[in-house]
């Protein structure tokens, strides 16, 4: 199911890892959201894992040009998208067109989407990596997800204070908000909890 045509900073365990945490949200009823999908490789797979249900996906695609902070070497051995890569909706949706239950919503969340009413099943967060707009959407989203839902994101990595430290904060705050520990499979720097 994975698409490694599909250029992302996201690894191929972490991509396995959201198929494991969301197939149980495959059916008609289930609305996931992600915010932050830049070209779509997580996109797709999170898509492709609930088939029977609906992905909003939610980003500026600005038309931006993507500076790397890598060599072409590790870009193509980790799939990385290069330096010049397009940003845009249009990249988004020629990656992601064969996920027909793919909603591709372009702006900045949650302004973009202030009145959203609908429950939601689980939201993956993987946008700016930065306060106040990652704890924003966290705020905004977290009283939308329905008990036994989920809320995730990437680019945990505690060990790398200096790497996302706004990171590491919402999810210590989220420790004390949901008094529960962060599950952070092996190997990954997915984070997430249950509601």
């Given at each position: 199911m994975i698409n490694n045509n599909i250029l992302g900073f996201i690894s191929t365990l972490e991509l396995q890892t959201l198929e494991e945490l969301f197939s149980r949200y495959n059916h008609k009823d289930c609305t996931g959201v992600e915010v932050g999908s830049l070209h779509g490789r997580s996109s797709y797979q999170i898509a492709k894992t609930i088939s029977e249900g609906t992905l909003y996906c939610i980003d500026n695609w600005s038309n931006w040009k993507l500076k790397s902070?890598?060599?072409?070497?590790?870009?193509?051995?980790?799939?990385?998208?290069?330096e010049g890569s397009s940003c845009s909706l249009d990249t988004f949706k020629h990656n992601v067109s064969e996920c027909k239950n793919i909603i591709p919503i372009q702006g900045n969340s949650p302004n973009i989407v202030k009145n959203w009413e609908q429950p939601i099943d689980?939201?993956?967060l993987d946008s700016s990596h930065y306060n106040p707009n990652d704890w924003?959407?966290?705020e905004f989203w977290l009283p939308k997800i329905k008990t036994g839902g989920i809320i995730s994101g990437h680019d945990y990595m505690p060990r790398q204070e200096t790497v996302?430290?706004?990171?590491?904060?919402?999810?210590?705050?989220?420790?004390?908000?949901?008094?529960?520990?962060?599950?952070?499979p092996s190997g990954t720097s997915i984070w997430y909890f249950n509601i």
């Open positions: 902070k890598f060599t072409e070497e590790q870009n193509k051995k980790h799939n990385f998208p290069p689980f939201l993956f924003d959407n966290i996302f430290p706004d990171i590491i904060t919402n999810v210590l705050r989220l420790e004390k908000l949901l008094n529960q520990n962060v599950h952070n």
